[in-house]
């Protein structure tokens, strides 16, 4: 699932409420839940059958990369799935490499 990290304010929000929204935005079918009972959302987010790409790292300002990248390692398991894209250049200073 494609979110984007250009509008996300990383200290008001959370990624894992902004990919709820999303999924509720663009599949409305889940809302049912007659069909799909009442967690549809939570349950595929929970058991990992939902993989987010988190594009336009690089759309935002240095610090407002720092400040995503620091939120999202502070409050995501560390073995949450996902995809963050951004230009090398630009996340360079984000993950220093390390000396072989």
């Known amino acids: 699932m494609l979110l984007s990290l250009a509008s996300f304010e990383p200290f008001c929000d959370s990624v894992q409420a902004r990919l709820r929204r999303q999924l509720t935005a663009d599949y409305p ?3 049912d839940t007659d069909t799909y009972g009442p967690s549809a959302i939570e349950d595929l987010l929970a058991e990992g059958h939902v993989l987010p790409a988190l594009d336009a790292l690089d759309d ?3 610090p407002g990369r ?6 999202l390692n502070d409050t995501l398991d560390p073995h949450t799935p996902m995809v963050l894209t951004c230009r090398t250049a630009l ?3 984000l993950w220093p490499r ?3």
């Not at 720092?66 to 939120?71: E, K, Q, R, S, W």
């Open 98 to 100: 390390q000396a072989s």
């Open 60 to 62: 935002r300002s240095e």
């Open 66 to 71: 720092a400040a995503v990248v620091t939120v």
């Open 29 to 31: 079918v889940l809302a």
């Open 91 to 93: 996340s360079s200073p």
